[in-house]
Nanobody, 118 residues
Framework: QVQLVESGGGLVQPGGSLRLSCAASGVSIFLIYTMGWYRQAPGKTRELVATITSEDDTNYADSAKGRFTISRDNAKMTVYLQMNNLKPEDTADYYC???????????WGKGTLVTVSS
């Protein structure tokens, strides 16, 4: 049973920072999986924020580039999203994603809410 549990969301003022964590369990060879963060704002579709491969190659949405940093700790089976200089438009539910290679299967966490407001 694959489980992804996000944490670290909350209320922050514009310009502030948060670090999200996603702890994985029920998977083997965690280091081979591509991990990602997605977000969904009210009334909008889910969109990619950042991904990180087993080779530590990263990819960011234009809106996140320069402000957000994705990283992983394979020993802890955890992926992180450091978010700096947060803006009100960053307000959304943030979801952790795990992609199984070859099979093309996706697993999702249940999300953590980030609210950026003054």
């Amino acid at each position: 049973q694959v489980q992804l549990v996000e944490s670290g969301g909350g209320l922050v003022q514009p310009g502030g920072s948060l670090r999200l964590s996603c702890a994985a369990s029920g998977v083997s060879i965690f280091l081979i999986y591509t991990m990602g963060w997605y977000r969904q704002a009210p009334g909008k579709t889910r969109e990619l924020v950042a991904t990180i491969t087993s080779e530590d190659d990263t990819n960011y949405a234009d809106s996140a580039k320069g402000r957000f940093t994705i990283s992983r700790d394979n020993a802890k089976m955890t992926v992180y999203l450091q978010m700096n200089n947060l803006k009100p438009e960053d307000t959304a539910d943030y979801y952790c994603n795990l992609r199984v290679p070859v099979a093309g299967l996706d697993y999702w966490g249940k999300g953590t809410l980030v609210t950026v407001s003054s």
